[in-house]
């Protein structure tokens, strides 16, 4: 494997390491507040036949992502073949865990590598592909939140106002250009300025205004499917009176509010926790079991994934030169 390749998956090693680590903290500190054996109870007399379709409902939110990646590159006039995008793909899921996501920007570089298209065309793809699964989990959210938690509405309003005015400024071609240029004045950024213009071109073509229509039609349906798998841990767990309308807006809001922490570490399983206590009026330990059985199933089944595409990561560039790498004679 290449050097570049061996250092990326080492620097994925160190982030699982944190990220497992903290995980595990946060487990064991549910375990000890809602009781060891409780939950243990609770994870054995789990349906765990239940468990194969809600992993499939879970491949079938990566199914509806992936179609919007790779038409949207297509949309961009990127080609890549349908298996190796594949794998690109889903090696970004290794990279969920990664500070601040940043560790996603690998998805762009590696269809760059294969294809020489620039970053700076092919990035708009990922931001995208992001934006529009945010929008779809703030209509999910907004769904319900006047129902069952009227008094956080704030929480959904504020960001759904925040992107209303970001794609209003994207689709004012004269405003954005007007910002970029002033962004290209200051220190640092003027050298990239060409660079910015380009970005927001093809950033234009992924959100026109019917391909942003499409994306999140795709992104609802797909993260929907989460939803109701997470209704199936409920039902698993022999807790039958929760709503699939319910199960959408807590799992929704709680992927949201865990939205700025890599994979949603500690935020999103709290925001479980707590609002299947709140809203369901289930025991903790059920609480923690329900949290700890839908992150492992949409979380960490991911980055396993994600994982394996990675240690493919020299097969995956299909021999094309690293950065840095001499070129083989």
Known sequence: M????????????RWVAWAVAAAVLLYVAGTVWAGFDEIADQLIGFAWTLYIPILLLTLVNYGGRFLKWHLLLRGLGVHVPWGRNLGVFLAGFAM???PFKVGELLKPWLVSKQTGVSMATTTPALV???LTDGIAMLILAAIGVSTYAADRVEYIVVPIVLVALGLMVLMHRGLSLWILGLLGRLPGISRFAHKLEEMYVALRTCLSPMALLWTTVVSLIAWWAECVGYLLVFQGLGVMDVSLDACTFLYAFATIAGGAMPGGLGVADGALVGGAIELFQVSQPAAVASALLIRVATLWFGVVMGAVALLWFDKLLGGVE????????
């Open 322 to 329: 690293l950065p840095g790498e001499p070129a083989q004679k």
């Open 96 to 98: 969920v865990i990664s």
């Open 128 to 130: 995208a592909e992001r």
């Open 2 to 13: 290449a050097a570049d390749s061996k250092n990326l998956v080492a620097r994925f090693g």
